[in-house]
């Protein structure tokens, strides 16, 4: 854009030049111009002329006249321009240059945007690899605590099981060997073991009737010592029934079985005295 503005000056300058040329040609042009007519008095002879006396005349006449010569004005050589076509082209070597550089500039730009965006896309998508990497294994941690939870109550379910079924096992044998202690006398030797040592401690106090009959709970912890006193039903009065408790709480220990199976904690005792 800039060298067709620049060519547009020589093209102006040569034809203001052909225009003032032309000009100068039209002002020293020698125009005819019109002479005023004095009327004039002729005194004439007519004379008659032969033809012949005529030509000299007509050719007379017929010369054309002069040329003027036209004397053409001398054309102003061009001014020489070559230094300012120089500078000129170097401003649009510079302006083409800086646009080169600035495209290659741009092109740097957009490939490190791209790169920036690229490396970007990069650490999102290892950073998502990365929680879902966490979230497998706290998934596989997850269920192998549960796995481990249901072993463990697998393992306990059956290890109750076992000593239920042991326990279930030693009552069985318990009762069985208590049964067979009864059947042979040893639960009933045991019990009048204790009702004889308690009623050998009971004193009666002196409101007490001739015949004394009193049911009392006895609880006992192994090796007879008596945790507590329930007195049931007796025939006497309150001085009776503190004198049963203080019988029974002064006879622990109270003996223990021959057979442990026979070992109760809540012992049913009938008392009676006779005085």
Known sequence: MARSSNNFAPISLAIILHVALLASML????????QQITPMAIHATLVTETPEA??????????????????????????????????????????????????????IRQQKE????????KQAQRKKNEEERKERERKDAERKRLEDIQRQRDENERIRKELEAEERQMEIDAESNRLAAVNSGDLALYVTMIRQKIERNWNAPASAGTELECS?????????????????????????KRSVEAAVRNSSPLPEPSDPSLFDRSILLNLSIRQ
């Open 114 to 121: 791209a790169d920036r965006i690229k490396e970007k896309r």
């Open 54 to 107: 005529l030509k000299p005349l007509a050719k007379k006449e017929s010369e054309p006249e002069p040329e003027i010569p036209i004397e053409e004005p001398k054309l102003e050589p061009e001014p020489d321009n070559t230094e300012e076509l120089r500078r000129q082209a170097e401003e649009e070597k510079r302006i083409e240059d800086a646009l080169i550089e600035k495209e290659r500039l741009e092109k």
């Open 216 to 240: 009392v709970r006895v609880q006992q912890i192994p090796g007879g010592d008596v945790t507590g006193v329930t007195i049931l039903s007796c025939n006497g009065d309150d001085a009776v």
């Open 27 to 34: 002002v020293a042009f020698d125009w005819p111009r019109p």
